[in-house]
């Protein structure tokens, strides 16, 4: 994979560390979700959390600019300083490698709302995948220090939602 910069990587560098995958957009009504995604970055990072945004343009269009147009925007807008990697495919045939085992080990994302994400979509008129499909941007998987998928949260479960947080909380516990 590359960083949003263009430079090769992988997630290795974060070996030990508790990741949280997040596949982002900036033209979603979700997108003010990464000031939320950046407050967890900066509150838990010193005790191991990463948070890892990789945008996708698989929804609705919802991100259609250049790596470089979405690093600005990120910047510009919320300050986001977790790493950010290049435009990638998240769902259907050209879905990402990392995309592919991040919901096989975790075919089922845990809603924290009355309301599942997948009756808001269809409220607006958009025929929502079935799982275990990606429902939309900003669906969250949690990945322990082991490199192991421990959860998977709808897309709707904000950065700050106790659920989520107890759980990047209990991750970040364990050695």
């Not at 994302?109 to 499909?133: C, H, M, Q, W």
Request: hydrophobic fraction near 40%; charge should be neutral.
């Amino acid at each position: 994979m590359r960083r949003i910069t263009g430079e090769a990587t992988t997630l290795g560098e974060y070996n030990g560390k508790v990741l949280l995958v997040v596949n982002v957009a900036s033209k979603c009504g979700l997108t003010p979700q990464y000031e939320g995604l950046e407050k967890l970055y900066r509150n838990y990072r010193d005790r191991g959390l990463v948070v890892a945004g990789f945008p996708a343009n698989d929804f609705k269009s919802q991100e259609p600019g250049s790596n470089a147009d979405i690093q600005t925007f990120c910047t510009a807008n919320f300050g986001v300083d977790f790493p950010m990697f290049e435009k990638i495919a998240v769902v259907g045939e050209a879905k990402h490698p990392l995309y592919r085992a991040l919901i096989a080990a975790q075919p089922k994302a845990i809603s924290t709302s009355a309301v599942p994400f997948s009756e808001d979509l269809k409220r607006y008129g958009i025929e929502p995948n079935t799982e275990p499909e990606l429902l939309w941007n900003f669906e969250k998987f949690i990945v322990d220090r082991r490199g192991k998928v421990a959860a998977r949260f709808a897309p709707n479960t904000a950065p700050d939602d106790p659920a989520l947080v107890k759980a990047i909380e209990a991750e970040l516990a364990r050695t």
